[in-house]
């Protein structure tokens, strides 16, 4: 075994300690880990393991923003890994660049290194001797390779991870201080705006500039087969433009689109590549007497970020400067590389933090358009912002998915074989791993890529559109299969959970299904098939909070749900009390969450509330719609969320672990959250629906079907 | 090209445009505010949300002549690090966010409601915030920090 063999990923990946932090002269520590901000409170959960195994005050802790210019390449952010890979890495590095710092003060100070104790940077020891990392900074080389097998100090002594500590932009954000990308200014920043048609992969057949040309403020059009876009110098006089560009545009139509009210039948119809992801097999399960086959449907699903995707780019002498809200600046580097045709050395990309990130969105989208807007502008930087509509219709989506549950029953209705089979487009197209672009303006250029067709990760990596499809139940036997497609008239990639949320509501669905024909309690029913004592813990926690099992009233339901999420990460449980007529109301969702060591308790509640209001949000309300010609839903009436008024109140238990290794929260809750809503609508009104959102239309069809 | 007067953050402002330009752009471009943001346009999410004669409206879809002779206040106005309005430090104290991009217009949503209803129920924050949309799905979140502003507010 190679001596990284015992090193965190992403510490293997990017071994020198000096990349991860450094000691600047003003009594500060710089972390620089390659994960960005999403909105989910990263950089404070970092900055509290670097202050803590470091024995500084996170005051002196500066998070360093992600850039190719000389941060860590750890990928993307995404996958709920951040903590897993990043908190792990700093937790080493600070914890063996505090024996190297112990050493040299030792050294310096003449006494044992075991005699000395840290206490916000200062080094002191007995006889009243002191120094401090930064006084030795200048002699403590920290350009060397991280030693594998550096223990970091046990749980009992952490005093800042594992505590509720304020995050650290939140100050920036409540008093509007230039933090998110749409609010940078650069001296001579000029604005640019793209022209995408509104029927899908349409071609800019003609294009007639002159209206546009005619209009003050204008420093450049841009055309490039179908890709054409403006630059002027305001964004007031770049969307006049736009406007009058658009006029002039001349679109062949091209896709069709599939059938919205009838997304199995497509997504069934296609040519697919297939993929055995698991089985289970015994030897004797007893005779089969009975055998439920359901399918379950989860419609195409919108990032619908907050805010529209934006980037800056500025050409120097054949170089790019790229400031960009993607998830990865490493891989979208890659990819505009290739679109470029560049040396990735003649790239720089650097994060900003832009609204709300829940998976690949059209942030890496906007970045290439805002570079080749730049390449017009002579040198001055161009800030380009898509719009709402673009934003809802151009991106790319999370992928509508059918999934069909058979399972044979034995005599005593105890399931004796399982089988899962699901057929969905991809759930991954992300820049940055492929030897062609993922990049939307690539594929409408004059000489253009193919739009990339949506991939699945491997199990070992968490898996795609098979996310958690692989029971955590002890059913004896089980097949599970996915159909990817391998046409894709809707653009998807991943958004947050991939697969998950569509296999964790169909099989804690089926679930439900066959414990209430059992008559038996589907709580009980669920801790009956479960052997992992945390699983079990979520469940009887959430349980416990809810007062499990509610007395019955007319109109309220209540359904549970779990999933442990990848089956290797947070287990989360949930209870869900629904108010149901001909629409349904989420009430209140009780939950408990298992991440192990929770370095943020405060953290991983809002994370958790976060994605079971936004699991509320999807199972509710949310669909792409669209036609046979384009995307319709394209505004926040079409595509509406979930409101204030609407949100039910959250309850969330943390079950800290500080013994266990952390993993992420981001994503534990939207599957558990979706499962026990649809459970709790069929204990309100005795149907199950088994087709998502829970509309009016929906519920109705779904009671025709029972009656 | 008109001139059109108003008091921004309680300074008088004169801007000469086009009155029929959108408020948010003129606060965003000509004006270099950053505070209000841009979400969609049309005055469907609330993040460009700012108070005008006490009401928070959109200033993306509200031409520039229609705040003419007005007070027109953004979260620049509202408060800042160094003397924050209560409701920035609730919002700070209950960790009232996760993204923060719409935080501007849900604050000043807050702030026009606490002006015509000091002491407002729950249900009544939820129904004046109910024209702003969150995401990060945050919303009980801010609902407790504006009734812990509103009771500060009161106490004091």
Same mark, same amino acid.
């Given at each position: 075994?190679?001596?990284?063999?015992?090193?965190?990923?992403?510490?293997?990946?990017?071994?020198?300690?000096?990349?991860?932090?450094?000691?600047?002269?003003?009594?500060?520590?710089?972390?620089?880990?390659?994960?960005?901000?999403?909105?989910?409170?990263?950089?404070?959960?970092?900055?509290?393991?670097?202050?803590?195994?470091?024995?500084?005050?996170?005051?002196?802790?500066?998070?360093?923003?992600?850039?190719?210019?000389?941060?860590?390449?750890?990928?993307?952010?995404?996958?709920?890994?951040?903590?897993?890979?990043?908190?792990?890495?700093?937790?080493?590095?600070?914890?063996?660049?505090?024996?190297?710092?112990?050493?040299?003060?030792?050294?310096?100070?003449?006494?044992?290194?075991?005699?000395?104790?840290?206490?916000?940077?200062?080094?002191?020891?007995?006889?009243?001797?002191?120094?401090?990392?930064?006084?030795?900074?200048?002699?403590?080389?920290?350009?060397?390779?991280?030693?594998?097998?550096?223990?970091?100090?046990?749980?009992?002594?952490?005093?800042?991870?594992?505590?509720?500590?304020?995050?650290?932009?939140?100050?920036?954000?409540?008093?509007?201080?230039?933090?998110?990308?749409?609010?940078?200014?650069?001296?001579?920043?000029?604005?640019?705006?793209?022209?995408?048609?509104?029927?899908?992969?349409?071609?800019?057949?003609?294009?007639?500039?002159?209206?546009?040309?005619?209009?003050?403020?204008?420093?450049?059009?841009?055309?490039?087969?179908?890709?054409?876009?403006?630059?002027?110098?305001?964004?007031?006089?770049?969307?006049?433009?736009?406007?009058?560009?658009?006029?002039?545009?001349?679109?062949?139509?091209?896709?069709?689109?599939?059938?919205?009210?009838?997304?199995?039948?497509?997504?069934?119809?296609?040519?697919?590549?297939?993929?055995?992801?698991?089985?289970?097999?015994?030897?004797?399960?007893?005779?089969?007497?009975?055998?439920?086959?359901?399918?379950?449907?989860?419609?195409?699903?919108?990032?619908?970020?907050?805010?529209?995707?934006?980037?800056?780019?500025?050409?120097?002498?054949?170089?790019?400067?790229?400031?960009?809200?993607?998830?990865?600046?490493?891989?979208?580097?890659?990819?505009?590389?290739?679109?470029?045709?560049?040396?990735?050395?003649?790239?720089?990309?650097?994060?900003?933090?832009?609204? $709300?990130?829940? &998976?690949?969105?059209? !942030?890496?989208?906007?970045? =290439? *358009?805002? @570079?080749?807007?730049? +390449?017009?502008? /002579?040198?001055?930087?161009?800030?380009?912002?898509?719009?709402?509509?673009?934003?809802?219709?151009?991106?790319?989506?999370?992928?509508?998915?059918?999934?069909?549950?058979?399972?044979?029953?034995?005599?005593?209705?105890?399931?004796?074989?399982?089988?899962?089979?699901?057929?969905?487009?991809?759930?991954?197209?992300?820049?940055?791993?492929?030897?062609?672009?993922?990049?939307?303006?690539?594929?409408?250029?004059?000489?253009?890529?193919?739009?990339?067709?949506?991939?699945?990760?491997?199990?070992?990596?968490?898996?795609?559109?098979?996310?958690?499809?692989?029971?955590?139940?002890?059913?004896?036997?089980?097949?599970?299969?996915?159909?990817?497609?391998?046409?894709?008239?809707?653009?998807?990639?991943?958004?947050?959970?991939? $697969?998950?949320? &569509?296999?964790?509501? !169909?099989?804690?669905?089926? =679930? *439900?299904? @066959?414990?209430?024909? +059992?008559?038996? /309690?589907?709580?009980?029913?669920?801790?009956?098939?479960?052997?992992?004592?945390?699983?079990?813990?979520?469940?009887?926690?959430?349980?416990?909070?809810?007062?499990?099992?509610?007395?019955?009233?007319?109109?309220?339901?209540?359904?549970?749900?779990?999933?442990?999420?990848?089956?290797?990460?947070?287990?989360?449980?949930?209870?869900?009390?629904?108010?149901?007529?001909?629409?349904?109301?989420?009430?209140?969702?009780?939950?408990?969450?298992?991440?192990?060591?929770?370095?943020?308790?405060?953290?991983?509640?809002?994370?958790?509330?976060?994605?079971?209001?936004?699991?509320?949000?999807?199972?509710?309300?949310?669909?792409?719609?669209?036609?046979?010609?384009?995307?319709?839903?394209?505004?926040?009436?079409?595509?509406?969320?979930?409101?204030?008024?609407?949100?039910?109140?959250?309850?969330?238990?943390?079950?800290?672990?500080?013994?266990?290794?952390?993993?992420?929260?981001?994503?534990?809750?939207?599957?558990?959250?979706?499962?026990?809503?649809?459970?709790?609508?069929?204990?309100?009104?005795?149907?199950?629906?088994?087709?998502?959102?829970?509309?009016?239309?929906?519920?109705?069809?779904?009671?025709?079907?029972?009656? | 090209?008109?001139?059109?007067?108003?008091?921004?953050?309680?300074?008088?402002?004169?801007?000469?445009?086009?009155?029929?330009?959108?408020?948010?752009?003129?606060?965003?471009?000509?004006?270099?505010?950053?505070?209000?943001?841009?979400?969609?346009?049309?005055?469907?999410?609330?993040?460009?949300?700012?108070?005008?004669?006490?009401?928070?409206?959109?200033?993306?879809?509200?031409?520039?002549?229609?705040?003419?002779?007005?007070?027109?206040?953004?979260?620049?106005?509202?408060?800042?690090?160094?003397?924050?309005?209560?409701?920035?430090?609730?919002?700070?104290?209950?960790?009232?966010?996760?993204?923060?991009?719409?935080?501007?217009?849900?604050?000043?949503?807050?702030?026009?409601?606490?002006?015509?209803?000091?002491?407002?129920?729950?249900?009544?924050?939820?129904?004046?915030?109910?024209?702003?949309?969150?995401?990060?799905?945050?919303?009980?979140?801010?609902?407790?920090?504006?009734?812990?502003?509103?009771?500060?507010?009161?106490?004091?």
């Amino acid at each position: 075994m190679s001596a990284s063999g015992n090193l965190p990923i992403s510490l293997a990946a990017n071994p020198k300690l000096a990349s991860w932090v450094k000691f600047a002269p003003a009594g500060q520590v710089a972390i620089s880990p390659g994960k960005v901000e999403i909105g989910q409170g990263i950089i404070t959960a970092l900055a509290q393991i670097a202050a803590d195994e470091l024995d500084v005050d996170i005051a002196r802790i500066q998070m360093v923003r992600a850039s190719t210019a000389g941060s860590p390449n750890e990928g993307v952010t995404s996958g709920s890994l951040s903590i897993q890979q990043s908190g792990r890495t700093i937790r080493q590095v600070c914890a063996e660049v505090r024996q190297i710092f112990l050493a040299a003060a030792a050294d310096r100070l003449g006494v044992q290194a075991s005699a000395l104790e840290i206490s916000d940077g200062t080094i002191s020891g007995p006889g009243n001797v002191a120094t401090s990392y930064w006084e030795l900074a200048s002699e403590v080389s920290l350009d060397r390779e991280a030693t594998p097998g550096i223990s970091s100090k046990p749980a009992a002594q952490r005093t800042l991870a594992d505590c509720p500590v304020q995050r650290l932009d939140i100050p920036d954000k409540v008093f509007a201080r230039r933090r998110f990308i749409h609010d940078v200014t650069l001296p001579g920043m000029l604005h640019g705006r793209v022209l995408r048609p509104d029927k899908s992969g349409a071609k800019l057949a003609a294009l007639d500039e002159s209206a546009a040309r005619a209009l003050p403020g204008l420093i450049a059009i841009v055309q490039d087969g179908s890709f054409a876009g403006v630059v002027c110098e305001t964004e007031h006089a770049a969307e006049v433009a736009l406007a009058a560009l658009r006029r002039g545009a001349t679109w062949t139509a091209d896709d069709a689109l599939p059938d919205e009210n009838d997304l199995p039948a497509f997504l069934k119809a296609q040519p697919v590549e297939s993929t055995i992801i698991a089985t289970k097999t015994a030897v004797d399960v007893g005779r089969v007497v009975r055998t439920i086959r359901r399918q379950y449907c989860r419609p195409y699903i919108a990032h619908a970020s907050i805010a529209p995707s934006c980037a800056v780019a500025q050409w120097i002498d054949g170089r790019v400067h790229v400031w960009t809200h993607s998830q990865g600046v490493y891989l979208l580097r890659a990819d505009l590389a290739l679109v470029l045709k560049l040396p990735v050395e003649a790239i720089t990309v650097e994060h900003m933090e832009g609204a $709300g990130c829940y &998976g690949h969105n059209a !942030a890496d989208d906007v970045a =290439l *358009d805002a @570079v080749l807007l730049a +390449r017009m502008a /002579d040198g001055r930087p161009v800030r380009v912002q898509w719009s709402r509509a673009d934003e809802l219709t151009h991106g790319p989506f999370g992928a509508a998915m059918a999934i069909e549950i058979e399972a044979d029953l034995d005599a005593q209705g105890e399931i004796v074989n399982w089988h899962h089979a699901i057929w969905s487009n991809g759930h991954a197209a992300r820049p940055g791993r492929a030897p062609q672009p993922a990049l939307l303006a690539a594929t409408e250029l004059a000489n253009p890529y193919p739009r990339m067709i949506s991939s699945n990760p491997p199990q070992v990596n968490g898996g795609g559109a098979d996310r958690n499809s692989i029971p955590l139940y002890d059913f004896p036997q089980w097949t599970i299969e996915s159909h990817r497609l391998l046409t894709m008239p809707i653009r998807t990639s991943a958004l947050r959970t991939l $697969g998950a949320q &569509g296999n964790v509501f !169909a099989i804690e669905s089926f =679930l *439900d299904d @066959v414990a209430s024909e +059992r008559g038996e /309690d589907p709580v009980a029913f669920r801790l009956r098939h479960l052997s992992d004592e945390r699983a079990k813990e979520v469940i009887k926690a959430a349980a416990r909070r809810a007062n499990w099992r509610p007395e019955r009233r007319a109109g309220i339901g209540h359904g549970a749900g779990f999933a442990r999420y990848k089956n290797a990460g947070a287990y989360c449980a949930a209870i869900a009390e629904v108010e149901g007529d001909e629409d349904v109301r989420v009430r209140k969702l009780w939950i408990a969450i298992d991440v192990g060591e929770a370095i943020n308790p405060d953290g991983v509640a809002n994370q958790i509330e976060g994605g079971a209001i936004q699991a509320t949000s999807w199972v509710l309300k949310e669909r792409v719609r669209f036609d046979s010609e384009r995307i319709t839903s394209n505004s926040w009436t079409d595509y509406p969320i979930l409101r204030f008024s609407e949100v039910p109140k959250v309850e969330v238990e943390v079950i800290q672990r500080p013994e266990i290794d952390p993993v992420g929260a981001g994503e534990a809750a939207h599957g558990p959250v979706t499962a026990a809503i649809a459970n709790a609508v069929f204990d309100c009104l005795g149907v199950r629906v088994r087709k998502l959102p829970m509309t009016r239309d929906n519920l109705i069809a779904a009671m025709d079907l029972t009656g | 090209m008109t001139i059109i007067r108003f008091r921004l953050n309680g300074v008088v402002t004169e801007v000469d445009t086009d009155p029929a330009r959108s408020l948010l752009d003129v606060l965003r471009g000509r004006l270099g505010l950053s505070g209000p943001h841009f979400g969609c346009g049309s005055g469907e999410c609330g993040v460009c949300r700012v108070i005008v004669a006490d009401q928070a409206i959109t200033s993306c879809d509200a031409p520039l002549w229609s705040v003419a002779d007005k007070e027109v206040m953004t979260i620049e106005g509202l408060g800042s690090a160094e003397s924050p309005h209560p409701l920035q430090r609730a919002f700070i104290a209950e960790q009232a966010l996760q993204c923060g991009y719409c935080v501007p217009g849900i604050l000043m949503s807050a702030a026009a409601l606490l002006m015509q209803n000091p002491k407002p129920t729950e249900v009544e924050v939820r129904a004046a915030l109910d024209r702003n949309l969150c995401r990060c799905g945050s919303h009980n979140r801010m609902v407790r920090a504006v009734l812990s502003a509103a009771r500060e507010m009161a106490a004091s």
